[in-house]
């Protein structure tokens, strides 16, 4: 079959961008298979199976490029799906905005993306390696070689719901001993091939999402370094990775740091951007209630630290106030004096915070004698 989006790939090597070719892109995307149409998934905590409120499936590429590999993938796997991406590099992002769902022109490690929310990854993330003091990445731990693509393997990992599948493109000398440990205790199912195209060098790892901590035996496939590799086939003979329906409720999927563009875009997308905004800021027509009794001095301070005493009032005789009230704090100061043993006498001040509610008013009545004065009533 041929590709739908390979027209609109460009393939150019910049900035560490290596994007994955047709052939191979078309051999993994054999190796794929949607989930059942139930839209049913099970719950990683206590392992129920229930029914999704989403229904389908969702994909992420944390480097999605120009976004052409996970547009495929989701052709691939049916109507059903939405398609996240993230790219740093703007040409590339606003590219892939055209082609997929959601994306965010943005640095991955400024994106807040919930976790265990994706049923695919698609992750061929830069190549190279990782220079912390000048690429401002931080300490990854480990104790192997740095390179850029650990460092987009532990971002992207927790991203994967148990159950989920991983796609994972490198180059076959990044994958040393430490990093299949790390897939190794994330996945099952793990498999490894040489990618059709050698001009990078890739390797394809396919895996099936697993608890970190579970301490079964894996389950064929396991991942080891040095092993004999062969490629990837042409015509996918095994039981496919099946790629499960998304877990209930919306994703998390929002960016730190908005530029002006992007912000524009989100605004056209929605409404308003916080769908609670009515909610907080409006005000309902209810009029308050007057009191039962005359208000003590007591209730009559909480009222004025409440702000309930304000706006327009018009009194008995027709006259018009514009009021404001408030409640300062006032220090009453008592001396007392008292005797001591040996005939002299000592100075006792005691301070005493009092609570003074103050009313100012504003004259409105037209025609008033006293029109825009203000009286204080305390």
């Not at 005789?317 to 007392?336: L, N, Q, Y």
């Not at 005797?339 to 009092?354: L, P, Q, Y």
Request: glycine share 8%; with cysteine; proline share 6%.
């Amino acid at each position: 079959m041929a590709l739908m989006f390979g027209r609109l790939a460009r393939n150019f090597i910049k900035n560490g961008y290596y994007p994955t070719d047709s052939d191979t892109t078309q051999r993994i995307l054999n190796a794929l298979a949607p989930a059942k149409a139930d839209g049913r998934f099970r719950h990683p905590a206590s392992g129920d199976t229930c029914a999704s409120m989403h229904g389908g499936m969702r994909l992420i590429d944390p480097c999605c490029g120009e976004g052409v590999a996970l547009a495929e993938c989701k052709h691939h796997l049916g109507a059903a799906c939405e398609a996240f991406g993230v790219e740093y590099d703007t040409e590339r992002a606003w590219h892939a905005k055209e082609i997929l769902d959601r994306c965010i022109h943005g640095d991955v490690q400024d994106c807040i993306i919930g976790k265990r929310q994706f049923g695919l990854l698609w992750l061929n993330p830069p190549y190279g390696d990782l220079v912390a003091d000048k690429a401002a990445t931080g300490d990854i731990g480990g104790k192997g070689r740095k390179r850029l693509e650990k460092l987009f393997y532990q971002l992207a990992v927790p991203l994967v719901q148990l159950g989920g599948v991983m796609v994972l493109i490198i180059p076959h000398y990044s994958l040393d001993r430490e990093l299949c440990g790390w897939i190794a205790r994330h996945f099952d199912k793990v498999r490894v091939f040489l990618a059709p195209e050698q001009q990078f060098k890739q390797v394809v790892v396919f895996g099936v999402r697993r608890r970190a901590n579970d301490r079964r035996p894996h389950t064929e496939g396991d991942i080891s370094e040095g092993s004999p590799l062969t490629v990837l086939p042409e015509v996918w003979c095994e039981a496919p990775y099946t790629v499960p329906a998304a877990p209930p409720g919306d994703p998390t999927f929002v960016y730190t740091r908005v530029e002006p563009r992007q912000l524009a875009q989100e605004i056209a997308r929605h409404a308003c951007l916080w769908s609670q905004f009515d909610l907080r800021f409006g005000r309902t027509a209810t009029v308050p209630r007057r009191p039962l009794r005359a208000p003590s001095d007591w209730h009559l301070a909480l009222l004025l630290a409440a702000g309930q005493v304000s706006g327009v009032v018009t009194a008995r005789d027709g006259r018009v106030f514009v009021i404001k009230g408030d409640t300062f704090k006032e220090k009453a100061i008592k001396t007392e004096l008292q005797a001591r043993d040996n005939g002299r006498f000592s100075e006792i001040r005691i301070h005493t915070d009092k609570f003074v509610p103050v009313i100012r008013a504003l004259d409105f009545t037209p025609h008033s004698p006293t029109f825009g004065q203000v009286r204080v009533i305390r």
